[in-house]
């Protein structure tokens, strides 16, 4: 298979890259390297597959570049191009999200009505908002309460509005939280165990008891694949890690699997921020044939290992 990713240098894209390439497909990958975090950590992500022999590499931004080369030959789009970030999309920067967000996904989806690839769009959990249920059903009324949900809500239903109107098979994924390595260094993880490894006070927003369903990189790539083949046009599944856990609980996690105990300074809540998600993860499950196979111990303790590695090479 020909396999557009988009957003290749980033977190889950690029580790979906390397799993493409491992399968034995083709793939051509964009990213406009949005200074959102260092370009070369997202260099870093991508080194392995620029040196493979079936990766084809296009720096371009899909807000202003021309589409239609990019589809050429495309049998599939996994769409991870964003504007990340959920506590850093108020006020100025909310233009951004717009544009990469909503506008970026637009043209992708309009560039794809001529040959209708199969197309999976990276949704969030953030498009619940404060959700009345736990575990949350894809049919729960989503209420976002931050910019960023909008926008990835926006993004959703201009998927299935292209699979309705222009027979595009789109499908949206709703990722959890995901952790793993390469993970984005403004993340929860990535920046409690940095801080920590560096013998840093990590910083806990609000009282540590919020929960997520936190969701290992692996197992989001995967469900990303299944989509690919199984998933339903037009139609939107959840995908959680499996275990709805507060970030006091990963912080003593962290302090076990590296045998000394985590430092904590605490900061307050960061507006947009939810207060729990856990996600119902049933239709995942009897449409794609997915469930989540990574638990969390196992993936904190692969993140840890590659942010060691990742400390060790920057004083090298
Ligand atoms: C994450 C991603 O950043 C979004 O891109 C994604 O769309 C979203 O998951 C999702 O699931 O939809 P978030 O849940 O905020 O958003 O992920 P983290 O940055 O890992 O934060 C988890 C929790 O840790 C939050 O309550 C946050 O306030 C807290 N946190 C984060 C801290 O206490 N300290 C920090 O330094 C960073």
Redesign the pocket.
Known sequence: MQVLVTGAAGFIGSNAVDALLARGDRVRGVDAFLDYYPRAVKERNLRAARAHPAFEFVEADLVTAELAPLLDGVDAVLHFAAQ????ASWGRDFRIYADVNVLGTQRLLEACTARRPRFVYSS????YGDAPDLPTVETTLPRPVSP??VT?LAGEHLCRLYAQSAGVPTVSL??????GPRQ?P????H??VRSHLEGRA?????D?L?T?DFTYVGDAVAANLLAIERGSAGSVYNVGGGSRVS?NDVLGMIGELTGRPVEVRREE??RG??RD?HASTELARAELGWRPATALREGLAAEIEWLRGEIAAARA
């Open positions: 990340a970030g959920v506590r969030s959990s953030s498009i960023y949900g990835k709703r990722y959890f939280t995901v952790y984005r403004d993340m929860a993880f920046r409690f990590v910083t806990v927003y609000d540590g919020q997520r970030v809540r960061q921020d939810v998600t």
